[in-house]
């Protein structure tokens, strides 16, 4: 959801660590005292059954039972516990948890795994410290790293995971490929994929979340190839286990939103915005895959239907007052990445933007601050607010103030800073805030807009300096990239800015080093430069480049003498000196035998039917105005325009030549034109109905 409004991808999938004992197992039996009625051997045998038959509805009945007889039986609160998180009654099962402090029970990773299951996950992490480092916990810990977005804690937890433990399951190696793509390792994967020895074809979740490896690499080609795998091995998966086609659907929902997102991404936007429909009318169950695809839809179609999209968004959001923590809905908050999270309230606040929804646009922005306080979007979204009321410099304070606390967010900043300042026509600011950014400083893109922005603003000086410094840097440069055709492309714009603002030394020292290029075209352009450029300051030198230089066909034999004195071809007579050395005179007339051409008369054209000897009355010459303005315009008589008839039925008004008569006669009087208070009053005029509405003729019978 332009800026361009940006499009979001699918979450890379994985599962859920298993819950602590994920089998609940039977208790040993305690030898108790047979009292009337069932006895508390009876209770376990009935819960021995129910654990068999994963009943975890009686186990939970059952095991109150027990505790009812033996409130600190140890086997009993484990299997309460376990039952309620198989039953996703999450608070209930930590309060049994907490309950059961007092009785010593150690159930600290079955607290941990509830308190990650609440999303309160600070304190999930901080109940595993000091925990036996077991393979459940390890699993359990990388999990809740990779939901807070502590990626790099996140793939130190699997590594030790992989190498303590020589774990083998592939729902383990998905996540570890999951946290790897969001993390920002994707190039990595293909090694790491080939060390876990796994292909895209050992499940469709590992060929998912190497697609997604490949759009963050942009391999948008591949990454689709890999989808349609992926979707073609689930659903074969899927059918073999005799799932549903609708729950085959809504398992295969995520690698459908990324292929509509592949889609989009190259450049197929009939195809991604046909997909995105599809996906929505369908209505899958996996509420993030739904999200995504709202939010990708909303950001194709751009600022069109501007209500139904806030409608969309809406969905996702729960309501809170101004300024507080945004959150998202209840089957959101737990299963969306931070990332598709920014994203999704990023197009959220531009909606309200364009929908000059300006109060709720800066609530909004207010509670996107809190929630993302590292991130620029909530700052540039302020921004753009501010500069939507009129408040350029405050807005401009508002992002220096962020970039200079966020050095490592603040590249974006800076863009939209000079951005701004460019559009005002500010355009020496604009380069100001582009060299804040010292990463990308001696880039081509960054050089180029920094010699057009400083050669706008009349900083010629400036502008030449950005290309004397890049030289330098790319005359020393050490990296990774081709420096040696970086140079000749920056050498190339450096020499021909030199010439058109007549450095025409400096722009020969540059040509001098471009004519040691390996290329035959480098060098050609080159030789031209050169030529042009000692033509001003060194003749003999410019001679003697002069004669490298390619012969042109055709021009053997020619005087240059004679072609100076050969008058401009647009005119047929000769002027200045030309035309004294050869005696002739401007204006002179022409050889005698050289004949005049004459022009051929053509016979007027005249419309179909008409006769020249009879032509008739001539045209009306106020036929083109329309027909109220014509001089011969005479409006129809009718009661239309008189005035109504006032008084009661049958009285005659009198006649108004009369009434003037009668003043006329009379006189002026002293009292005539003012009212009772003294005050000259205008005559009251008539009121003038208004014209009844046209009316078309009564179809009937003739």
């Not at 806030?310 to 209840?330: I, M």
């Not at 005359?475 to 800015?497: H, K, N, P, T, V």
């Not at 040691?516 to 031209?528: G, N, Q, T, W």
Request: with cysteine.
């Amino acid at each position: 959801m332009g800026q361009k409004s940006k499009a979001n991808a699918a979450p890379a999938k994985g599962k859920p660590p298993p819950v602590a004992g994920g089998e609940v197992k039977a208790p040993q039996q305690a030898s108790v005292a047979e009292p009337a009625g069932p006895t508390v051997e009876d209770y376990f045998a009935s819960l021995d059954k129910f654990v068999r038959a994963d009943d975890f509805k009686n186990i939970v009945k059952v095991s109150d039972q027990i505790l009812a007889k033996e409130p600190e039986c140890a086997e009993a609160k484990q299997c309460k516990v376990v039952a309620l998180i198989q039953e996703n009654e999450i608070s209930q099962a930590l309060q049994v948890i907490e309950a059961s402090k007092s009785s010593g029970l150690d159930m600290t990773y079955q607290k941990a795994y509830c308190l990650y299951r609440l999303s309160r996950l600070a304190e999930a992490l901080a109940a595993l410290k000091g925990v036996e480092r077991s393979v459940s916990v390890l699993q359990l810990e990388a999990q809740i790293l990779y939901r807070k977005g502590e990626l790099k804690e996140c793939i130190a937890s699997y590594e030790s995971l992989f190498k303590q433990h020589k774990v083998d399951a592939n729902d383990v190696k998905t996540n570890m490929v999951a946290a790897y793509v969001a993390g920002g390792r994707a190039v990595e994967v293909p090694s790491l994929m080939e060390s876990l020895k796994v292909t895209p074809r050992t499940g469709f979740e590992i060929a998912h979340n190497a697609a997604c490896a490949l759009i963050d690499r942009g391999d948008y080609g591949k990454a689709e190839e890999l989808l349609q795998l992926a979707h073609r091995i689930g659903q074969e998966a899927l059918i073999e286990e005799d799932v549903p086609e609708e729950d085959i659907e809504d398992e295969l929902a995520p690698i459908s939103v990324q292929l509509a997102y592949v889609q989009q991404m190259q450049g197929r936007i009939d195809e991604a915005l046909e997909s995105y429909n599809g996906i929505l009318k369908k209505k899958p169950a996996d509420a993030p895959s739904l999200a995504v695809a709202t939010n990708n839809f909303i950001a194709l179609k751009g600022a069109r239907d501007l209500f139904d999209a806030l409608k969309k968004t809406d969905k996702l959001l729960e309501k809170k007052d101004a300024g507080q923590k945004l959150q998202f809905a209840e089957n959101l908050e737990n299963r969306l990445s931070m990332r598709q999270k920014e994203s999704l309230s990023f197009n959220r606040c531009l909606l309200l933007l364009h929908s000059n929804k300006l109060d709720q646009a800066r609530d909004f922005s207010s509670s996107l601050l809190k929630t993302f306080p590292d991130s620029s979007v909530p700052a540039v979204l302020t921004a753009s607010l501010l500069w939507k009321e009129g408040k350029a410099q405050k807005a401009d304070e508002l992002l220096a103030e962020f970039a200079e606390k966020h050095a490592d967010a603040g590249t974006n900043v800076h863009f939209v800073r000079a951005q701004a300042a460019a559009a005002a026509g500010n355009y020496l600011q604009a380069a100001k805030c582009l060299e804040s950014i010292t990463s990308l400083r001696h880039k081509p893109g960054m050089i180029a807009t920094l010699v057009a922005l400083k050669g706008r603003g009349g900083n010629v000086k400036g502008a030449e300096s950005v290309l004397d410094e890049a030289v330098e840097y790319w005359d020393s440069y050490m990296g990774d990239e081709d420096r040696s055709s970086m140079l000749e492309a920056i050498l190339q714009e450096s020499a021909a800015f030199k010439s058109k603002h007549n450095k025409m030394e400096a722009a020969a020292k540059l040509y001098e080093r471009l004519m040691k290029s390996s290329s035959p075209v480098v060098r050609s352009e080159a030789l031209h430069g050169l030529v042009s450029s000692y033509a001003y300051t060194n003749p003999d030198k410019a001679a003697e480049y002069e004669k490298k230089l390619p012969p042109l066909g055709g021009l053997s034999g020619l005087d240059v003498e004679s072609l100076e004195k050969v008058p401009p071809w647009s005119l047929n007579v000769k002027r200045g000196r030309a035309a004294e050395e050869t005696g002739e005179k401007t204006g002179e007339d022409k050889s005698e035998n050289v004949k005049t051409k004459k022009k051929r008369k053509r016979k007027p054209l005249y419309p179909k039917g008409f006769d020249p000897a009879n032509p008739g009355p001539p045209p009306d010459p106020e036929r083109w105005l329309p027909r109220k303005e014509r001089s011969s315009y005479r409006p129809k008589k009718g009661k239309r325009n008189q005035a109504p008839i006032r008084g009661s039925q049958g009285s005659v008004s009198r006649d108004k030549s009369s009434d003037l008569s009668a003043t006329a006669s009379n006189g002026p009087s002293a009292d005539s034109g003012k009212s009772a208070g003294g005050k000259s009053s205008a005559p009251a005029e008539i009121p003038k109905p208004n014209p009844p509405a046209h009316r078309g003729k009564k179809k009937g019978r003739h």
